[in-house]
């Protein structure tokens, strides 16, 4: 195969064409079905010659699907995806990689730029003259098709590189992975890797002298390590240490979230004895200390002055909300594939498993539970109503039984989906009455969080985080803590009409390319608790003939779309049904403006086009 590239082809990756073996300049005919002949004439190498085989030494079918994939996912055969890795468990990565016979032209930066001399070592550079590269199946985040791509790999010269580490500067390298799992990781997942580290300590060694790498200096290493990292963050460039050319922050950061990443690194930075001193992973803060010769003192949160106090709040906070927000977007995404019949005996095993777990599994384990029930009982109640809606049967007790007990999930989510079943049943005054409640919890001291991806939306003011540090964290997220309100498709006749729309938000071929295993949630009627609360308001208003009371929801509905500081989490849905109040009203222009603004937010997989277009059939 020769590894080429054209016009197209970002740095560090390559194309693969097929020769015959009796003249190299030959192109052969496909040799396996995933081979690809471009509009040239050329055969291309794709990476589903890997990931559409069974493995023999692992033993499993591997999707083609899943060569797609964003991080860490399972297939329907068991396979574990890391980025190219395709692996049966968690504690390997296994990667198909083709060697090739020359390091390419990127590579010479590594044996020719300026270096004060002391590493690499001399050896090392004739190994890594020597040493074997690879094509490994993976192809860049900025070109489309992925598939046909394969990236360079000098994974065996980077080996040694760090094989020739002392051990301080092993040393400062852990530490510098452990402060990203525990401090980083939380809110900007992998996005900032290991490899960046990896990297940066490279770099650091190369260009600093050896004697700063000892044992009592070990603190100021990593000081040292942070500020390149930052250095590099400011230029919005992060190159490779063996390959010219690359930025390893491509596909990785928006320039806003790397302002973002440079704020937390800073923080460490000013923070860092005290991050040491919290790293309570394998003992690591402790055994630091150890080699320091001397003991940290963990700060007292009276220690630190307001801005870092609320900064660790909002560190704490991101972990819980983040990941209850995509289970409940996994399980109701589950729910809609089932068949009615089988949907509700699926809820309630899930029910059963989450009980056995509050009654065996651990404190962490029992109080993740105790949220998920909560929110479990509120999707069986929904469920049930649909069901009974659709028969045109009144809703049983059973049903407002599951409601009270899903009422405590979080501050407001569980109720709205509780008025809307209510409004949707055509009980409308017992829903005004839950409305109005849900309307005298809002304030400054609750936090609204949004987990789903591409809507990420954190909204946690001062005075919510100063009660997040001095109050107990299980009432704390029951008292002042909501997420966005989902349904799934069983439970869709517990929704308002013009919202279920929502649901057919994926229409076009190009939608479906925008989506990947994350988006579950594009295909469930998803909506923040405020505008939510706003247009139940309205809505119910008008059926109790109080069409007076429904210019205060409007106007709150359009402060919310319009405040100074912009829309957060499911900002298009807030506006389709703001638009909606407006198409009741009369005001259709007003109604076709705020859908083609919609629009101008997120040109696909928004359901605003399909609103366009009735609108447009109707007038």
Not at 82 to 99: Q, V
């Amino acid at each position: 195969m020769l590894a080429y590239r054209d016009e197209t082809t970002p740095p560090q990756y390559f194309n693969l064409m097929r020769l015959t073996l009796e003249n190299s300049c030959n192109v052969t005919a496909p040799l396996d079905v995933t081979d690809e002949v471009d509009v040239e004439g050329r055969v291309r190498v794709t990476h589903m010659l890997f990931d559409d085989r069974v493995d023999a030494s692992m033993g499993h079918h591997i999707k083609q699907t899943t060569i797609q994939s964003h991080g860490p996912q399972v297939s329907h055969g068991g396979i574990i995806v890391h980025g190219p890795s395709r692996s049966w468990t968690e504690k390997f990565d296994f990667i198909h990689a083709l060697p090739c016979e020359t390091l390419p032209q990127e590579c010479e930066i590594l044996f020719t730029r300026p270096r004060l001399g002391h590493y690499p070592k001399p050896e090392t550079l004739q190994y890594a003259r020597r040493c074997r590269a690879f094509l490994i199946p993976q192809g860049s985040p900025d070109s489309n098709p992925r598939y046909l791509q394969w990236r360079f790999s000098t994974s065996l010269i980077e080996r040694q590189l760090v094989f020739d580490f002392t051990e301080v500067q092993h040393l400062t390298f852990l530490l510098l992975k452990m402060m990203r799992k525990t401090y980083i990781k939380p809110r900007f997942k992998d996005n900032l890797s290991t490899f960046h580290l990896k990297t940066v300590t490279l770099f650091v060694v190369e260009s600093h002298s050896p004697d700063i790498w000892r044992k009592d200096n070990i603190v100021n290493c990593v000081k040292y390590c942070l500020n390149t990292l930052l250095r590099l963050i400011k230029l919005r460039r992060c190159p490779h240490f063996t390959t010219d050319g690359v930025n390893l922050f491509t596909g990785k950061f928006k320039r806003v979230e790397l302002e973002q990443l440079k704020t937390v690194i800073e923080d460490i930075r000013s923070q860092l004895m005290w991050c040491i001193a919290n790293l309570d992973m394998d003992m690591f803060g402790s055994r630091i200390q150890d080699l320091l010769g001397y003991r940290l003192v963990p700060l007292s949160v009276d220690d630190f002055c307001c801005s870092n106090e609320l900064e660790i709040a909002r560190a704490i906070m991101y972990t819980i909300p983040s990941g209850l927000s995509n289970i409940i977007s996994n399980l109701s995404y589950y729910y809609s594939t089932i068949d009615k019949k089988k949907v509700t005996g699926a809820v309630k095993m899930h029910l059963r498993f989450l009980q056995a777990v509050q009654t065996t599994g651990s404190e962490q384990e029992r109080e993740i539970a105790s949220l998920i029930i909560s929110y479990l009982y509120g999707t069986l109640a929904s469920i049930e109503a649909s069901f009974s809606i659709s028969a045109g049967d009144p809703i049983t007790q059973y049903v407002y039984e599951l409601y009270k007990l899903s009422l405590d999930a979080d501050l407001m989510s569980a109720k709205l989906k509780y008025a809307s079943m209510l409004y949707c049943s055509g009980q409308f005054s017992e829903a005004a009455s839950i409305l109005t409640n849900c309307e005298g919890l809002l304030g400054s001291a609750v936090a609204h969080y949004c987990g789903c991806l591409g809507r990420e939306w954190y909204g946690e003011s001062d005075v919510y985080l100063q009660k997040e540090l001095h109050t107990n964290k299980e009432k704390l997220k029951k008292k002042n803590f909501t997420t966005c309100v989902k349904f799934s498709k069983h439970e869709v006749l517990c929704v308002p009409e013009h919202l279920r729309c929502e649901m057919d938000r994926t229409q076009t071929q190009e939608d479906q390319k925008q989506r990947n295993m994350d988006n579950k949630w594009m295909d469930l009627v998803v909506i923040d608790c405020v505008p939510f609360l706003y247009y139940l308001q309205y809505l119910v208003y008008r059926q109790i003939g109080r069409p007076g009371r429904t210019y205060v929801p409007v106007a709150n509905l359009e402060a919310y779309a319009f405040k100074p500081e912009g829309m957060f989490g499911h900002c298009e849905t807030a506006t389709h049904v703001l638009a909606h109040t407006m198409e009741l009203d009369n005001r259709i222009d007003n109604a076709r403006c705020l859908y083609e603004q919609s629009l101008s937010i997120f040109a696909t997989n928004n359901v605003a086009i399909l609103h366009l277009m009735r609108l447009y059939n109707t007038t």
